[in-house]
């Protein structure tokens, strides 16, 4: 509410001044889509369950591979309620100290005076060549799991899509942090020192099973993003912290169907990537209220009584969550490198969060490979220490590799809370001294 | 035998009680403690001799949380228990154990030559310690293992069946660093390698597991170590720094070469060890005086000056490891004793080249002080990482013909590249791993003869892939040393039908061991030149002289 007044505030005094007036609009409409309304489409009502019966009414507000999914029976989406993903105020502060200080470089990912909060509120425009490449930045320095986070544990399913035998289970911890753009955890705005100047360490640590047990995973990412990823692997049975190379990004990440560079949507450099908006729409996106779901007791249960979202549909690759009508904007990203495995990427944005709900990956021949689904939590109705922070919590995944019927699935714990990922836990000695 | 077995049982069993009576105090006391650990059966095949190996073993890990205090944080109690019983002894003592007798020294890896049998060397003596009183006698201390030691090799007076028992603890210092503590019996991994060791030096390596082919983590001798690091994290010009001391306050282990009998004795020294010189046969002639002073024959081996326990033992390290943009770096210094034994010529009197009557040498571990260093680089041109290692060592002492031994400092590197490749034709969706290195040793007061090169070079390849989510993997080792002009070939295929089932199906094909070395004994009798004993088993190396140990490998493991 306080935000919300605060908010108020601004846009009244931006009335003053019309110049100004506009870009606040900008940033009200960019981080408060629904406040005026939410997105209404004709037979679309939350509720609603849409199957293979009635999958036409769909055929609009889902994307292709998700459609095609519910058409075959596959999948049945129940319809929630679109609700409001506020992000922290801190954040939406940030933004506003920015407002009409950014603005991209000459190159692909090159961007001047973007420190902290959303890079781009305006909207975009299809007459923009480079809207995608802006929706991409807001992506890159968006809130996603704010300045750190963790998933402790994750649960990583390799799964047959036709059999619906589990055939691998992965259990990890994750562990993000942003060394820059910090807007609301201590040091703000950046950790110092940071000779190499860091933007963001992602942390990966295996638990189960026995036989990767001990394997981690430490990606540096430069506030430079035409400087290539710093990334190490430790393995248990060699006890040694190695260097990959970007060769890996694009990998079988463990075996399972994700490659690195799909991390959280996307997870590599802007530069890597010719981004091009395709245009803005209300879609059905997975986001919903975790403690309403359907839960899996069986695969994770402990002490604060939380419980992972159950899985469900064909092989038992579909999450089983609520779907909402959001504002969505479609890019799509294609590789610069001509040897990349993929042709392109399709991202679903959500618009108000700039999480990447809904991605379709086509191979090189141009066909859909893979369909790449993350839901999102609302964090007030998730685990307790991570209502109010603001965050859209990552909260189940499933990437279907459509030609080989065959997809991993993601259960998660994920918590907002700085403790569990301090700075030292984002360095090379950690890999040594955390492994046996 | 049945009295054996059941000595040896009685220590298997007394291994698990502890091992369980450990688990169950752990588990009581702190619920949160982790348990994870694997039982596998090993059965190898060797061409000619039948089953090589039929080793089981159970092994268990854990990490118990212990309660911090104050600025102490990460407290944790850790351990890796292991037994291990290698059923090769049992299965076909035919041809490994107490009873395999050889018709020569070598007779497993190289034509008779004329330096065995006569008056020169007689055949190693399986086991000494079953077999031969005074070799044993002589012996001890180092490669004096019995048949139900290499049958239950965890189960000894060093407890090795406590593969690993450490306190780790972590102080956070007011400025942001860390103090980091590792007490305990532990591996310390210096270095970037595999297969060979450069850097990675701090614990001898048990080489009678599998000589150098499992993995190192497998078959390093844990130590008792005491180790701090001073983590500083990122400062104004590294990304990362650390400083670590290590101080190794174990009692000194050398490395295992395996004791004559043992399916796997790298360089079959454990054979040489336990042979004899049969002087005693020559003409009185053949002697100063007209005399032969030897009434029997002369053990190789006289005694094993194996250092006790002082603290000017010990041995300590220094390492400097950071990260410094594209570079990962790190700069080591340690004293430490040279883990492969050196013999020091016993002549029958000072100046005599002829040995004394009770032992031709006596094994010495010198100590040796190391300066090195190493580098990783992510060469973005060419997507793919460079690996180099150096050290340079002085106090080692290498074997020589004339004078038993001699020290020398050494020169030794290694490069290592790693790419990751998609070959779509093989696989579209996972790159393979290549994965390259060039050993290299340069010996700087090199002597004519010594049996070995003053520049050698060892290249290995390895080329893995992986199917179905990683369950199929084959790959490819391939070893190569370029001037004994020996290769090992080692093609594997890995199953993972389940989480907790692993097969691993694999073949080990070596060629090689043909270089001879002038033995000036020999020579000095008048007869052949060029042999293969005692000398040329340095300078084939341990492919070289493992070229008749082709082998078929099954291995099965149960993890939890």
Known sequence: ?436 | MTKKITMSFNKLAAGVVVAIGMSQAATVSAAETQWAGFVENATYYREGRGISKFRNTAQAEFLKPLESSGAWTDVTLNGVLRATYDGVYDLNDDEFGKDATEPYLGSNWHPQGSATGGPFLSAGVPFPCDNDPTLCNNLDGYMDHDEDDARFPDFNDELDFLREFYIDATRNLDNGDQLSFRIGKQQVVWGRTDLFRVLDVINPVDYSRHSIYDELEDIRIPQWIAQAEWRMGPTGTFDDSNLAVVWNFDKFRPSNLGTCGQAYRILDAGCFFSSSMNLNLLPGAAFPGGANPYGSAVPIIHDVEDPDWALDNTQLGVKWEGVYGDLTFSLNALHYRQQLPSLHFRPLAPGLPIPATDGVFDIKFPRVNLVGGSIDYYSQAMDAVWRLETTYTHGEELPRDTDGHKETDMLRYVIGFDKNQLIPALNETRAFLISAQLFGQHILDYETDMPDFEDNWIGTLLVKGWWMSDRLSPQLIVAHDFRAGATAIAPSVEWLPTDNWKLTLGANFKTGGDETFDWSVNNGAGATPNDYEPLARFSNGPIGVANQEDEIQLTVRYSF
Not at chain 1, 6 to 15: D, K, Q, T, W
Not at chain 1, 22 to 51: C, H, R, W
Not at chain 1, 58 to 87: R, W
Request: glycine residues 8%; hydrophobic residues 35%; contains cysteine.
């Open chain 1, 1 to 436: 509410m306080l935000k919300m007044s605060a908010l108020s505030l601004i846009v009244a005094a931006g009335m003053a001044t019309p110049a100004v007036a506009a870009t606040l609009q900008d940033l009200e409409n960019s981080f408060y889509p629904y406040k005026s309304g939410k997105p209404q489409v004709e037979g679309i009502q939350p509720g609603m369950v849409i199957n293979k019966d009635n999958w036409q009414k769909a055929k609009d507000v889902l994307d292709p591979a998700m459609l095609e999914f519910v058409k075959a029976g596959d999948y049945e989406i129940n319809v929630g309620d679109t609700t409001s993903f506020d992000l922290h105020a801190s954040y939406i502060d940030a933004t506003k100290e920015r407002l009409g200080k950014v603005k991209l470089g000459a190159k692909v990912g090159e961007i001047e005076g973007a420190d902290a909060g959303r890079p781009f509120v305006e909207e975009p425009s299809l007459d923009d060549p480079r809207a995608g490449e802006k929706l991409a930045w807001n992506f890159k320095y968006g809130y996603n799991w704010g300045d750190s986070a963790a998933i402790s544990p994750f649960y990583w399913k390799f799964r047959n899509m036709n059999n619906s035998k589990v055939e691998r289970t992965l259990k990890f911890n994750f562990h993000f942090l942003n060394f820059t753009h910090r807007t609301q955890q201590a040091p703000v705005p950046a950790i110092t020192p940071n000779p190499s100047n860091l933007f963001r360490g992602t942390y990966v640590q295996v638990v189960e099973p026995f036989d990767v047990k001990n394997t981690q995973l430490l990606i540096h990412r430069y506030e430079d993003d035409l400087k290539r990823d710093n990334a190490y692997l430790y393995l248990g049975f060699q006890r040694r912290v190695r260097r990959l190379s970007t060769g890996q990004v694009t990998d079988a990440f463990l075996g399972s169907d994700i490659m690195i560079e799909d991390f959280e949507g996307y997870n590599g450099r802007i530069s890597d990537m010719k981004w091009t908006f395709k245009g803005a729409k209300s879609m059905l996106l997975p986001m919903y209220n975790h403690n309403e779901m359907a839960l899996d007791s069986e695969t994770h249960q402990d002490e604060d009584g939380y419980q992972v979202v159950a899985f469900g549909g064909k092989g038992g690759c579909f999450p089983q969550v609520s779907w909402q009508l959001r504002k969505v904007y479609e890019v799509e990203a294609v590789p610069v490198d001509p040897n990349h495995p993929i042709s392109k990427r399709v991202h679903y944005m959500d618009a108000q969060t700039f999480t990447i709900p809904r991605t379709n990956t086509y191979d090189r021949k141009g066909d859909l490979w893979k369909a790449w689904t993350i839901g999102q939590a609302h964090p007030d109705h998730h685990l307790p220490a991570n209502k109010g922070t603001g965050v859209s919590i990552d909260d189940s995944f499933s990437m279907i590799d459509t030609q080989a019927q065959h997809c991993t699935t993601g259960q998660f714990k994920g918590l907002v809370d700085p403790s569990l990922s301090p700075a030292s836990k984002f360095t090379v000695q950690n890999m040594r001294a955390s492994g046996r």
